[in-house]
């Protein structure tokens, strides 16, 4: 499809199962291009009640859970991978982060009505404020 100006890809992981598609993508795009992909994970506090509380063990344990699928995608197609880790809030850091990059590629839950309405939308804040081309991929 002509992804040759693609050489620096942002692609954010969630660990979901949802979110395997947009790492099949990201890697299939970083491989056609011979780019390079940044996966990066946002432990996100605007989740939890209380902030304060974060073990490094558990951050880091759930990290590599959730790079554990884009490491064997890229190493079975030859793919360069970078790995970040922030916390914070995932849809402004990943926003702030796409400046730095050609395309930014995540995954949606396809999530409809009042779960959408009470829980938001990650890649659809993505998809309106990200600072580079971004392709959302569905369920």
């Given at each position: 499809?002509?992804?040759?100006?693609?050489?620096?890809?942002?692609?954010?992981?969630?660990?979901?199962?949802?979110?395997?598609?947009?790492?099949?993508?990201?890697?299939?795009?970083?491989?056609?291009?011979?780019?390079?992909?940044?996966?990066?994970?946002?432990?996100?506090?605007?989740?939890?009640?209380?902030?304060?509380?974060?073990?490094?063990?558990?951050?880091?344990?759930?990290?590599?859970?959730?790079?554990?699928?884009?490491r064997?995608?890229?190493?079975?197609?030859?793919?360069?991978?970078?790995?970040?880790?922030?916390?914070?809030?995932?849809?402004?850091?990943?926003?702030?982060?796409?400046r730095?990059?050609?395309?930014?590629?995540?995954?949606?839950?396809?999530?409809?009505?009042?779960?959408?309405?009470?829980?938001?939308?990650?890649?659809?804040?993505?998809?309106?404020?990200?600072?580079?081309?971004?392709?959302?991929?569905?369920?």
């Amino acid at each position: 499809m002509g992804y040759e100006m693609f050489q620096k890809i942002l692609l954010a992981v969630d660990g979901t199962e949802a979110n395997r598609l947009a790492v099949s993508k990201a890697v299939g795009m970083a491989k056609e291009s011979g780019g390079k992909v940044t996966a990066v994970f946002v432990e996100d506090v605007g989740y939890r009640l209380n902030p304060v509380y974060f073990s490094p063990l558990d951050i880091d344990a759930t990290a590599r859970r959730v790079f554990s699928f884009v490491r064997s995608e890229a190493d079975s197609q030859g793919v360069e991978v970078e790995y970040k880790v922030l916390i914070g809030h995932a849809a402004k850091d990943i926003a702030a982060l796409s400046r730095d990059y050609d395309v930014l590629v995540c995954g949606t839950r396809g999530r409809t009505g009042v779960k959408k309405l009470m829980l938001g939308s990650v890649s659809g804040y993505l998809a309106e404020r990200s600072r580079c081309a971004t392709v959302v991929v569905g369920s």
